[in-house]
């Protein structure tokens, strides 16, 4: 049994009441996520007796429904209690009783109706009680009014709840319950007008509330008198925004504002007015001010005001003024080069997509924040020094963007912290440049794997200059042919394209556009989308910048490509004298695209391209020829000039080893030079690779002092001492070049190694493995003896 006494039980179900109404009016949030607890299906615009049929195994509805019921019988009573007093102090007029008594009781009698459920008995009911209201309407005044009082209290209570359902009759209903009591009692039609202003304005939604406030007032002026129409709209409208609300939350936040300065705004956020008033329709000042100090001295309580903010209130603009604000407090704070690195774990809480006040520059700086760290991390001052390349150019990137955004707020805000990170990156270049100068150690300068950077790798790239001459001489010729450049994985040719600007004329403008990203595209749109982005970007990264306009976005969601086709029009147009070098690397992904899509519109675009944009030249780059493409490839690429990328020279594959960068030390022995390139046949990936594994040997020996740091140089011995970790690093590349062979060009493969010669019928694949540039002419060595070490390494371990 329940120890609950009946009393207590009572008050703890007005206690609920209560708060059901103070949700609804101020905590419309918290109510919605109150109700679905109660009911996954139910909502505040639902009524709850639609439910009736649950209310045996679903206690909570049941309640829920009851307290609703109640909510919008009673609480129009108690309301006109209290205001009737106050009206006839202020105004000094009378307040008629009588007609207020009389129309509530109606009310109650509505709502008792409502309750049945029975809609068809309700407008029976409605219409008798019309009927008899009509019938005595010329028998007397005196009846009239209390006839016409209990018929209007039905007519709106059963109009409320049957009409617009129980759940907007909470706060409906109650403001119009009050808004009817106090509107007869009163005597001014002013009055009138301001009561039922107040209810209807209070209840409304922001959306329909200016509208109806607007009929509102029409149609009082003409039932009612200009004075009424005017009062009660002006009033509904002041409801609508919550303005009787507003001004006391604005009072109140000033106060808080003021009085909590040194230290203290962290203790007020608990107090702030949208903790109890989620609906606060116009801005109030200082909160997104008081967010961002409290975060200084207590970074969790102002995120959880943040998340409290966005979750169960309209303040997400506040919030998003408090995360840029907070933002920008924490990018310009910092003063060492530790404090740069931590900014990405400070704020990874930060919403992702960020607020559209920080737009793409956070991002920047987050990534700028992690590439120091990566630098930080590297293992030698030269290194460090290096790796710091790539950040400060991006804040020199960053603060030239900045100067061009219409966003003053965002301008000046960025603007300061990206000088700031500057100054800061550039002192620690310095130092560890002088470090690494003083350094023991042999400066790690060699780059094996990812393409050649430009602006960070400088004069790494070697050789090549025939491919640049002769790329350069078909794309300015009368009918430039399609260029295709290809050869095989890890040859240099997207660290060729990087390189091609500062190789070529200036009248020559090369866009690189990577299709393995692009291909990520699901749909033409987003392909057509995609190859855009990259385009203006590639534009932006020129030695001499381009800045390319945007398309129009809606035509390209319409039809991605004719809308392509006409932008890249415009930009001919806008440029003339300028011939735009368009490079394709990976251009076998577009295969994907057409598969995926079942759509030949990407080649189709290709294909006007070239037929009719006379200053677009294409050039594809991958590792495969056409012969090894799909047989529909041939249709769309037409008069293709094939430009092989192979082995470097012996003296560029000699000058990458020996001066890789500037002033670096002769730390070879000729014998270690010849044997590396032996090894590698000037493959430059793996000269890369071996020449960097000497290197760390070399490092190690001296850390250990087995050699001179002045004085070491490497040895073919040496050379030979890093092979097993060469095939162990390099896995992936010489992994990938035995899955790309046929189960054939496999066995021959096998053969040889076991010592077998090739037979008459093995030309067709010894010719294939020869033009990949596995086998020699003769098919019976290896063109590069690291792979057939490789190879024998794979089939013991088989």
Not at 113 to 126: A, P
Not at 128 to 138: H, Y
Not at 480 to 507: D, E, F, H
Request: hydrophobic residues 45%; proline residues 5%; aromatic residues 10%.
């Amino acid at each position: 049994m329940s120890n609950t006494s009946p009393t207590s039980g009572f008050w703890n179900y007005v206690a609920e009441c209560v708060r059901l109404l103070y949700w609804i009016y101020f905590k419309p949030f918290t109510f919605e996520r109150w109700l679905r607890d109660i009911h996954p299906e139910l909502k505040p615009k639902d009524n709850p007796f639609d439910k009736r049929a649950e209310f045996r195994t679903n206690p909570r509805l049941h309640r829920y429904a009851g307290q609703v019921w109640w909510l919008t019988a009673v609480v129009p009573m108690v309301a006109v209690l209290l205001v009737a007093p106050v009206y006839t102090l202020v105004s000094g007029e009378s307040f008629s009783w009588f007609r207020s008594c009389v129309f509530l009781m109606g009310w109650f009698i509505g709502r008792v109706v409502d309750r049945g459920g029975n809609k068809n008995r309700l407008v029976i009911i409605l219409v008798a009680v019309l009927t008899f209201f009509l019938a005595v309407k010329f028998l007397s005044g005196v009846a009239f009014d209390v006839v016409g009082g209990v018929a209007g209290g039905v007519a709106v209570g059963v109009a409320v709840g049957v009409a617009r359902g129980v759940a907007r009759g909470v706060a409906r209903g109650v403001a119009v319950g009050v808004a009817g009591g106090v509107a007869v009692g009163v005597a001014s039609s002013v009055a009138r007008g301001v009561a039922v202003g107040v209810a209807g304005g209070v209840a409304s939604s922001v959306a329909g509330g200016v509208a109806s406030s607007v009929a509102f007032s029409v149609a009082g002026g003409v039932a009612f008198g200009v004075a009424f129409g005017v009062a009660g709209g002006v009033v509904y409208i002041l409801g609508v925004l919550r303005v009787y609300f507003w001004l006391p939350e604005l009072l109140w936040i000033l106060t808080l504002f003021l009085l909590s300065r040194n230290g203290k705004r962290v203790n007020c956020l608990r107090y702030l007015p949208p903790r109890f008033d989620e609906l606060i329709i116009l801005p109030l000042p200082f909160m997104d001010v008081m967010i961002v100090e409290a975060y200084r001295n207590n970074p969790a309580a102002a995120r959880e005001t943040i998340d409290y903010l966005i979750s169960s209130t309209n303040q997400q603009k506040v919030a998003a003024q408090a995360i840029f604000g907070i933002a920008v407090d924490i990018l310009n704070r910092c003063q060492r080069l530790s404090d740069i690195v931590e900014i990405a774990n400070q704020l990874a809480w930060i919403p992702s997509p960020p607020p559209k006040e920080l737009g793409t520059v956070l991002p920047q700086f987050l990534d700028i924040s992690q590439n120091v760290r990566a630098s930080e991390e590297a293992t030698s001052p030269y290194r460090k020094y290096e790796l710091l390349k790539i950040p400060i150019n991006a804040l020199r990137q960053l603060g030239q963007s900045l100067a061009l955004t219409k966003n003053a707020r965002v301008a000046v805000s960025f603007g300061n912290a990206a000088q700031r990170w500057l100054t800061i990156l550039e002192t620690a270049q310095r130092t560890l440049n002088e470090q690494a100068q003083q350094s023991k150690e042999i400066r790690q300068v060699y780059i094996a794997g990812n393409s050649l950077d430009p602006e960070t790798a400088k004069n790494r790239f070697k050789g090549r200059k025939d491919i640049f001459e002769e790329i350069e001489f078909l794309t300015l010729s009368e009918q430039p042919p399609v260029l295709l450049l290809y050869g095989g994985r890890r040859t240099g040719k997207t660290s060729a394209l990087k390189y091609l600007p500062y190789r070529i004329q200036a009248n020559i403008v090369p866009l690189l556009v990577d299709l393995q990203g692009a291909a990520s595209a699901t749909t033409l749109k987003g392909l057509a989308e995609n190859l855009a982005q990259q385009i203006i970007e590639a534009a932006r990264r020129l030695p001499r910048r381009v800045y390319l306009p945007n398309p129009d976005a809606n035509k390209l969601a319409e039809d991605p490509f004719p809308a392509l086709q006409t932008w890249l029009a415009e930009i001919e147009r806008s440029n003339s004298g300028k011939q735009f070098l368009l490079c394709l690397d990976e251009y076998e992904r577009l295969g994907e695209v057409v598969e995926a899509t079942s759509s030949r519109a990407p080649l189709n675009f290709i294909r006007n391209l070239l037929q009719h944009q006379r200053k677009w030249i294409l050039l594809f780059s991958g590792s495969q020829e056409l012969s090894e493409l799909d047989d529909y490839w041939s249709d769309y690429l037409i008069n293709t000039r094939a430009l092989r990328m192979t082995y470097l020279h012996e003296l560029e594959a000699r000058d990458l080893i020996q001066q890789p960068v500037e002033n670096f030390r002769d730390i070879y022995e000729p014998t270690a030079v010849d044997e590396i390139i032996r090894l590698t046949r000037c493959q430059p990936y793996l000269v890369q690779l071996v020449c960097y594994e000497v290197v760390e040997l070399l490092n190690r020996d001296i850390r250990r002092n087995r050699r001179e740091a002045n004085t070491a140089k490497a040895t073919a011995q040496d050379v030979k001492e890093v092979i097993p970790v060469v095939l162990e690093r390099g896995d992936q590349y010489f992994r990938e070049l035995w899955k790309s062979l046929t189960d054939s060009d496999r066995s021959l493969l096998r053969r040889i190694i076991h010592g077998e010669t090739p037979t008459p019928q093995d030309k067709g694949v010894i010719r294939k493995l020869t033009r990949k540039e596995i086998l020699t002419q003769g098919g019976n060595t290896f063109q590069v003896p690291l792979v057939q070490k490789y190879i024998e390494q794979l089939l013991e371990e088989e």
